[in-house]
């Protein structure tokens, strides 16, 4: 009797840790919201690069516009990298977002964007936010502290191995899920065949 009662108390404290712990994923759903407000404030402020870049177009070198323009890029992928954050991360980790199938636009990617291609993105978006910043570098290249450009090559080719990293890490998982697909359904025929 003392057993059983024991028993039965241990798998209700399991269950309710277990409840606790799925339902605190809801902690990150202000975070997702939070980072949509922080792309409009990115919106604004290429709102105001766009205004200033306007005004002194015409009496820029070719170099600063060629800069201004990559500025404008910059923010662009920092932007396309909160969206993807906020709307994959929450799909991933809180719940699906139903309000997708009945919207006319396609949203496919996100059904296929997993927590590896969630990471893989990021990782894409950081490699060319990094690059910009050494296309930028290179067209001012008479200012340039060699010991920080030096920093700044390592750190963007850290990257970019990350990113060859992640990839093949991303590729084998892939194909021994496939494997392991392939080997269940192989083992499905042939009991099915044993069956017969």
Not at 112 to 134: E, H, P
Not at 168 to 178: S, W
């Amino acid at each position: 009797m003392i057993n059983i009662s024991l028993h039965n108390i241990k798998h209700k404290v399991e269950e309710l840790i277990e409840r606790i712990l799925i339902l605190s994923r809801w902690i990150l759903a202000p975070i997702y919201v939070l980072l949509i407000i922080v792309l409009i404030l990115i919106l604004f402020r290429f709102i105001g690069e766009v205004y200033e870049f306007v005004l002194v177009m015409q009496t820029l070198p070719y170099n600063e516009w060629i800069m201004r323009i990559l500025e404008l890029l910059d923010l662009t992928l920092i932007a396309n990298l909160v969206l993807i954050v906020a709307l994959s991360g929450y799909e991933n980790f809180i719940s699906k977002i139903n309000a997708v199938d009945r919207l006319e636009d396609d949203f496919s990617w996100m059904n296929n964007l997993d927590f590896s291609g969630l990471k893989l993105k990021i990782i894409g978006s950081v490699v060319a936010i990094s690059l910009i910043q050494l296309l930028q570098d290179f067209l001012n290249i008479a200012s340039l502290d060699p010991t920080t450009e030096f920093w700044r090559i390592v750190l963007h080719l850290t990257f970019v191995a990350t990113a060859l990293v992640f990839t093949v890490m991303q590729i084998l998982a892939t194909k021994r899920h496939a494997i392991e697909h392939k080997d269940e359904l192989t083992q499905m025929e042939s009991k099915q065949f044993k069956d017969l």
